[in-house]
């Protein structure tokens, strides 16, 4: 490494369709993270989204609520260095420099609306951040709120991606596309279905020669990450309270997951509530995500699906301090995290 930064407490927030998470973290060493502190609010931003693509103030307001708590906390642990990520929904919104414009304003962060190329490639790197090197081809997925990015990374040549998207799906707004009843018709969850593969083809047909290449005929996986799927990893595992550690690297078996999607949308939403494992406030929102996680796993008929805890939240955090560091991007970062 170049430098060592002077102050060496860091953080990143992560400003999500559903969720604001900020991660607080300590450079240690030469090459060691530790995190200091984690937090995330359920603001659901992309509420009502869909209709006029533009915000809307209920979640407008929860979300300034949440980073007003969050500049408070950063403060109090004397954080000089915050980068801030806005994604999908804030990325495409009609609003959006307005939003951005009032959170600068009342909390003194200021947002960076990231393109649909910074977004994958740093929930890629937070994801690969957390997982053994990779083997042969994976395919990195955020499944978000509003949107979810892909990006195909060769393990033998990790720096150089073969291949990265962003597509406009997600829990939230699949949920409020097709479910409006509870439990939802079967009709409905079809429908969703089909949505969602149809969503996803131009992806699939992208990455299918890679897979069929002589060269890249080796072993592939899926790793995904984001709300969506640790809480499906979490349900998977029965695991309360919930534990990082638990997640990285965990295999959902697609057989699981098809049963899971059927018992979800046979369980009204007051019911859903029991479920161990499942986040309070992602209720109505994870048949959904499911569901699109299912298609996934259907379309690429991977080796195996593993998740990851590290996403878009570690990988801000990871390039603000490589940043700081005089160490140029890389996708397979040199810092690795003390957990």
Known sequence: MAA????????????????VRLLIGKF???KTIAPVRTERR?????????????LKEDGIRRSIAAMSEYAELLHRHEVPSVTCGATGVVRRAGNSMSFIE??????????????????????????????????????SFDLGGSSTEFLLVDGSRPDSPLFGTSVCIGSATITERFFREDPPRREAVAAAADYAMNSIAPVISAV???????????????????????????????MEPYEPCRVNGLVLPESWLSRTVESLSATPLAARRDIRGLEKGREDIILGGAIIAGQILKGFRPDRLVVADGGLLEGLLLDLVEKQCGVGPSLLSPLTWRL
Not at 47 to 53: K, L, N, Y
């Open 42 to 54: 359920i603001t659901r931003l992309a509420g009502g989204f869909g209709a006029d693509e533009t």
């Open 208 to 238: 299918q020669p890679f897979l069929s290449g002589s060269e890249y005929s080796h072993r592939f996986q899926l790793a995904g990450t984001a709300g969506t799927m640790t809480t499906l990893a979490a349900m998977y595992l029965g």
């Open 102 to 139: 009032s959170i600068e304003k009342k909390t003194g962060i200021h947002p960076i609306v990231l393109s649909e190329d910074a977004e994958a490639f740093l929930s890629a790197k937070g994801t690969l951040s957390v997982l053994p090197p990779p083997e042969g081809l994976i395919l």
């Open 28 to 30: 240690e060493g030469e």
């Open 4 to 19: 060592q930064p002077l102050n060496r407490t860091f953080a990143s927030i992560d400003l999500g369709s559903h969720t």
